[in-house]
């Protein structure tokens, strides 16, 4: 197994150590569950670096890089509606657009396309990992009011970024679902 797939290997163990220390409901664990999910996501950003710069891809990395990115996005936004600090309905948005998109990835993959992440996807990301962080901060002690509107602002953009995102892979991708047979 190669570094790039140890990174991503690591992220998805984090992923437990990161829910319990969330759901232990303290500003410390809040902390330290902070420090995981921000360590897990430099993973995410480190492996896909190292892999296509010392020709390291796998078709295990294709695999379980953006599963690993999707659990542990999904488990942080649970674990924000299990601590009252994220509405239901935003997860239910964002892992939604998930579900469709690994939808669209698999019947592309199933006729030989390969569809590319866009730059809304990756904006997307960016914010989504962005809100939880800022969420998490909260949790663990940073209270200020503009602080409040700060997130509010960011979580808004994120939930946009999700639809926009969707859309915008919807009708690039749409052939896609056209019945060639």
Not at 57 to 77: E, I, Q, R, Y
Not at 98 to 114: P, T, Y
Not at 125 to 139: D, R, S, Y
């Amino acid at each position: 197994m190669n570094l790039a797939n140890k990174l991503t290997l690591s992220r998805v163990i984090m992923i437990p150590f990161f829910v319990v220390f969330m759901l232990l409901h303290t500003p410390v664990c809040y902390g330290i569950g902070l420090a995981l999910f921000c360590t897990a996501s430099i993973t995410d950003l480190l492996d896909g670096k190292i892999a296509r710069k010392y020709n390291m891809v796998t078709n295990f990395g294709k695999f379980m890089d953006p599963l690993a990115d999707k659990l542990l996005v999904s488990a942080a936004l649970v674990c924000l509606v299990e601590v009252g600090s994220l509405p239901s309905w935003i997860v239910i948005i964002i892992i939604s657009r998930e579900f469709i998109i690994s939808g669209f990835r698999l019947i592309a993959s199933d006729n030989g396309v390969v569809i590319a992440a866009s730059y809304w996807g990756k904006f997307k990301t960016v914010f989504q990992m962005a809100m939880i962080i800022m969420m998490i901060l909260k949790l663990a002690g940073v209270v200020h009011p503009i602080y409040d509107m700060a997130t509010l602002v960011v979580t808004v953009i994120a939930v946009a970024l999700t639809v926009i995102s969707l859309v915008d892979y919807i009708i690039k991708n749409k052939s896609v679902l056209a019945d060639t047979k």
